[in-house]
C-alpha cells in the first residue's frame, strides 16, 4: 500500500490521488472491455494501493463499468468512496446525448446504485454540456431533482461537472456542492480562478483529461522536465496538478495495472520551483 496525501468530498475522506473508471469499458467507452480479467485486476490493485476515490458513470458502457467495479470490489471497503455522473446517456453511434430531464436524472441515479450495488451513492455530479465543452444555461431543473433524491437520502453529496463559473454559483445558489469536475490541466488552464475560489470554500476540483491539449512544443517542454526527474510526463503532469491547489483530487484512468502504478508515481513526485516555473509556461491562461 503506497502513503497517499488525503483530500475531502464533503464529510469524505479521500485519497487525493484517485481513479477514474472510464477506460475500464470497450472501445470509445462501449461495450465489454477485451480483457474482463485485467480490468477487475486494475480495480483492484487501486484499492490495494491504498487508492479511496474510485469515479464511473453508469452510462460507461453503459452500465458495464458499474457492474465490472461491483464485481470486483463489492463487499466495498468501509474507507472506499464512488463518485459518479448522471446528465448523458449513450447512443448506438457511441455519442453522449444529454440526459437531464428529471426523470432521466431519477433514473439514471437508480441504474447507478442497482448496478453499483449501493443503497446510497457517497456523490453525483450532473454532467453539463457537452463532449465539445461547458454550455451556458441554466442547471436549475435537473439540479434540483438530484437535491430531490438526496432529501430522499438516496445521495450523500451533490457536485457539478462540465460546467461554467456562472452554472457552479447557480448550483450553490440551491444547494450545497462538495465537488466540481472540469477539463484541467498544464495546456488548458481556464479554471484557475474558479479552483481559488472553491478551494477558499472547501470545494474539492477534480480536474478530467489531466494530459490533454498539448501542441508538440509544449510536449518537448513537459519532457525535458520529466527526463531531469526520471519520470513519465504523466507523473510529472499529475505531480504539478496536486501542487497546483491542495483542493485538486486526481482521477487518472487506466485499464492497465503497469500504467496504474506508473501514475501513482505522480503522487510522490517532488517538483522544485525550478521544475514548476517551466512548466507553468506551459499553461493557457
Known sequence: MTNLSTGSLGD???????????QLAGPWVMGPPADRHGALAVLREAVDLGITHIDTSDAYGPHITNQLIREAL?????????VTKVGAN????????????PEQV???????????????????????????GPRPGSLAEPFEALVELQRQGLIRHLGVSNATAEQVAEARSIAPIVCVQNLYNLAYRQDDALIDELAGQGIAYVPF?????FSPLQSAALDAVAARLDATPMAVALAW???????????????SVAHLR???????LELSEEDVAELDKIGVR
Open 12 to 22: 469524505l475522506t479521500v485519497t487525493r490521488f484517485g481513479y477514474g473508471a472510464m
Open 74 to 82: 463489492h463487499p466495498y471497503p468501509e474507507s472506499l468512496h464512488i
Open 90 to 101: 449513450r447512443d448506438a453511434q457511441g455519442g453522449w446525448p444529454p440526459a437531464r430531464e
Open 106 to 132: 431519477r433514473r439514471s441515479v437508480h441504474q447507478n446504485l442497482e448496478n453499483l450495488g449501493l443503497d446510497v451513492l457517497d456523490l453525483v455530479n450532473l454532467r453539463l454540456g457537452d463532449a465539445e
Open 209 to 213: 483529461f489531466p494530459l490533454g491539449g
Open 241 to 255: 496538478l496536486l501542487r497546483r491547489s491542495p483542493n485538486i483530487l486526481l482521477i487518472p484512468g487506466t485499464s
Open 262 to 268: 506508473e501514475n501513482l508515481a505522480g503522487s510522490e
